[in-house]
């Protein structure tokens, strides 16, 4: 009995902290890459790492606006059959409001690229490919977190696989419109989850 009770409470652990690993824990907005429905004959998962953040391990400060505000590097597994395009979404989740705030709007990457290098520069073209949007300062391109000094927020940068391009004007091209855009598209997404606590 007692050998069952503590397999029992190791899995409720386990259980937990695969939870909170996935975002969960966390009272803000839902994961986008965990509410899209994925078409008939598409995949539900890439796998979406970097380079520049260790998993597990809170964003550097060269990342932030406290630091350099550059963006990380991505890295992300092949789409599945069908994929045309690729958009990425950097957000945070943790604020009390409908919707996360956006960090980081790309869109139309070419299906054969499965990362992105670091420190992209704020144009709406990217040299490799691939389209940049406004962020939530209306600004294109990255721009870093900075929660409140002492808040710990938490950081979604997600990889979706589309069966198209989007083909938006740059000039009007936010979170909302990709998001828009891009419903019954998705093939695959991903979710790279990392945080940052303000200073």
Known sequence: MRIMVTTLALIGSFAGFAFAQNGGSQSGPPVLAKQIDTPRGGTSALLVTSDA??????????????GE????????????????????LAEDGSVNQREPISHWVVYDLPSTMTRIT???????????????????????????PKPPAGQTHTYHFEVFALNTHLNLDPDKTDRDAVVSAMKGHV??????????TGK
Do not use: C, E, H
């Not at 953040?53 to 406290?66: A, V």
């Not at 093939?187 to 940052?196: I, K």
């Open 53 to 66: 953040i260790r998993l597990g391990q809170p964003l550097d400060d060269r990342y932030t606006q406290n």
């Open 118 to 144: 670091t420190n992209q520069p704020a144009t709406a073209k990217l040299d490799s490919g691939g389209m940049q949007g406004l962020n939530v300062r209306k600004a294109v391109g990255f721009i870093g």
């Open 69 to 88: 505000n550059m963006s990380p590097a991505l890295g992300w597994s092949r789409g599945p059959a069908g994929t045309q395009s690729f958009v990425i």
């Open 187 to 196: 093939l695959a997404s991903g979710d790279f989850v990392t945080n940052y």
